[in-house]
């Protein structure tokens, strides 16, 4: 009589096991002692028992790691994980080059000041056969220098990318999670831009600022959220009158940012002008510092590592750790940074805090960059 106390093992996830477990269990059942278990029909059935139960094990396996930011593997998921975390990952990185521009007036001109308008393009000398362009970021107004008979524009940053612009309009019933995807790859969060406008009869417009701390957001603060979504690119949004400023229905959503080549642009190093400043042509472009600190957007490993130690940080600037990975997410120039206080030199130097930096190409720090990182980072 056969043993119908037979127990079915479901601890096999190898196919040919759980078909041997299944032919098994059914050999010692009453109902199938007759059965010849390697004749084609009844073969067939079992491997379709077989498949089912492994292709179930799979995908269960599968759910099972995407559930956690340590196993993950999907990007979706693990920006998924680093979004519960706080924690928004980098975009590419546009190279970063500085040079100082210098524009001869005409003879019998008296313009006394010029400004360097925003999105200036600069063109770099051929780098393994292909020239990048280069563009000034943030408007810039210098006096006419009698002594050179020209306008001195020094310590420029300029950024290998091409500046898009993109217009939204919001309207409540079609849009009422108020958030806008933008639609390139391989733009630079760092250069956003994010303006709104009244209306499409109202010219005013105001800039909102990237909210990185909701703790300190007002219901009328002018900000915007960040974050990126299940494609691998970039969606803004806005705040709903608890937490920042919502949007009005007729509001013209303006962004602006660069879509760069990430680090294929890395040590271009002689640039010219391309457009023409305040109709003047003649210029000279002295590199100071070669372009570097491109990268493309930031890796899987590299969330998985940055995520959890952005969330223990805080945003906060309180020990070394916190302001090590505050520099590494806020300032992408620097290949490598260390942090430590005063007391911990000998002698001892209380009340002070030092950082030490590699940067991402050669082996200076330009006073510029340090004071970037003193006024603008930390």
């Not at 002008?273 to 490993?301: C, H, R, T, W």
């Not at 130690?309 to 906060?316: C, F, L």
């Not at 001892?348 to 004071?371: D, N, R, W």
Request: with cysteine; charged share 20%; proline share 4%.
């Amino acid at each position: 009589m056969a043993n119908t106390d037979q127990k079915l093992v479901v601890t096999e996830l190898d196919f040919a096991q759980i078909k041997n477990n299944l032919k098994n269990f059914l050999r010692d059942q009453q109902e199938f002692t007759d059965f010849d278990f390697e004749a084609s029909g009844m073969s067939t059935l079992l491997d379709v028992l077989a498949y089912n139960t492994h292709y179930m094990a799979y995908y269960n396996n599968m759910i099972a790691n995407e559930m956690f930011l340590d196993t993950a593997i999907l990007r979706d998921s693990v920006v998924s994980h680093a979004k519960m975390l706080g924690y928004t990952p980098v975009s590419s990185v546009a190279p970063r080059a500085t040079i100082n521009l210098q524009i001869t007036r005409p003879a019998g001109d008296t313009t006394a000041s010029l400004t360097l308008p925003r999105f200036t393009r600069f063109q770099s000398t051929p780098l393994n056969g292909i020239s990048y362009t280069f563009v000034n970021t943030e408007a810039k107004t210098t006096n006419y220098d009698p002594t050179c008979n020209r306008f001195c524009f020094d310590d420029l940053y300029i950024y290998q990318g091409q500046p898009l612009t993109y217009t939204f309009t919001y309207n409540a019933t079609n849009n009422p999670t108020a958030s806008f995807e933008l639609p390139d790859a391989g733009i630079d969060t760092n250069t956003l831009e994010v303006l709104v406008q009244e209306s499409s009869t109202s010219l005013r417009t105001e800039r909102f600022i990237l909210s990185t701390d909701v703790m300190t957001v007002s219901s009328n603060a002018a900000v915007y959220y960040l974050e990126e979504t299940r494609n691998g690119k970039y969606k803004i949004y806005f705040g709903d009158g608890v937490i920042g400023r919502n949007l009005l229905d007729g509001n013209i959503v303006i962004v602006n940012y660069i879509r760069t080549d990430g680090p294929a642009a890395n040590k271009s190093n002689a640039f010219s002008l391309i457009d023409s400043v305040g109709g003047f042509s003649n210029s000279i472009v002295y590199p100071i510092k070669a372009a570097s600190g491109g990268a493309v957007q930031e890796s899987v490993p590299k969330i998985r590592f940055s995520a959890p130690k952005a969330y223990v940080s805080n945003n906060r600037g309180v020990t070394k750790e916190d302001l090590i990975a505050i520099i590494n997410k806020n300032y992408p120039y620097f290949e490598a940074v260390n942090v430590w206080g005063g007391e911990e030199n000998d002698p001892p130097i209380y009340g002070k805090v030092f950082i030490a930096a590699k940067p991402a190409l050669g082996f200076e720090i330009t006073e510029s960059e340090k004071l970037d990182v003193i006024n603008n980072v930390i």
